[in-house]
């Protein structure tokens, strides 16, 4: 069964500083890892979609890296802002499902 | 465009009580839509698969027979919560995969559902 791990599971930053979230997952047979941001009581807005055959992936300030074969990936957000607030959620697909990690929540302050 | 909507976002119910929750694809074709269940600090756990026309895959450990889901179109997907009990209180979300995509391809998530039971 697929496990995702998050790591942190809580961040506080304070504005403007470079960041890199964590994410490991146990099987490494995977088609491909979405990082989404979920704000409280939201629902899910996908950030970065990886391809298993890819390495990487960037949007605007976001950077995400998988590195499948060590089932890992990473998360950078440059510069950050009050408004990167939110929690993180990396997810990998397996099989049909879509297995997430329990999130990191970041707080950037002013 | 890929826009998923939910209705109600909120609801609260009493004990006993069943309650629908609808989840719509508003500018393109969904040939699956998947229900998670997320409790407070957790992962969303998926609870089930549903495609167009046919029955709905369920996840090991969710009860089928409390948890109804219904996917008559290819823009509409329906979960009910029957006899709901306070345990069953928690943010239900719904993602759509785009017809004619690979499954591997994204899914659009909605807005998610709150649901309280008293």
């Given at each position: 069964k697929q496990e995702v791990t998050q790591i942190p599971a809580a961040l506080s930053v304070p504005e403007g500083e470079n960041l890199v979230l964590n994410c490991s997952f146990t099987?490494?047979?995977?088609y491909n890892l979405q990082w989404f941001r979920q704000d409280p009581g939201k629902g899910l807005t996908s950030l970065l979609l990886i391809q298993s055959s890819q390495r990487e992936q960037t949007s605007g300030r976001l950077n995400a890296s998988l590195d499948k074969s060590s089932g890992r990936s990473t998360l950078y957000i440059a510069a950050?802002?009050?408004?990167?607030?939110a929690t993180y959620l990396c997810a990998v697909l397996s099989g049909y499902a879509l297995n997430f990690g329990k999130g990191t929540s970041l707080l950037v302050t002013p | 465009g890929a826009v998923v909507s939910q209705h109600p976002s909120r609801v609260i119910c009493k004990s006993g009580t069943s309650v629908k929750i609808e989840c719509r694809s508003l500018d393109f074709q969904a040939t699956t839509m998947f229900w998670y269940r997320q409790f407070p600090k957790q992962s969303l756990m998926l609870m089930a698969t549903s495609n167009e026309g046919s029955k709905a895959t369920y996840e090991q450990g969710v009860e089928k027979d409390k948890f109804l889901i219904n996917h008559?179109?290819?823009?509409l997907s329906t979960l009910t919560v029957t006899?709901?009990?306070?345990?069953?209180?928690s943010f239900y979300i719904c993602s759509a995969g785009r017809l004619g995509?690979?499954?591997t391809d994204t899914q659009y998530f909605g807005p998610g559902t709150r649901l309280t039971v008293l």
């Open positions: 099987d490494s047979a995977i950050s802002q009050p408004g990167d607030s | 008559a179109s290819l823009t006899s709901a009990h306070p345990e069953d209180s995509l690979a499954y």
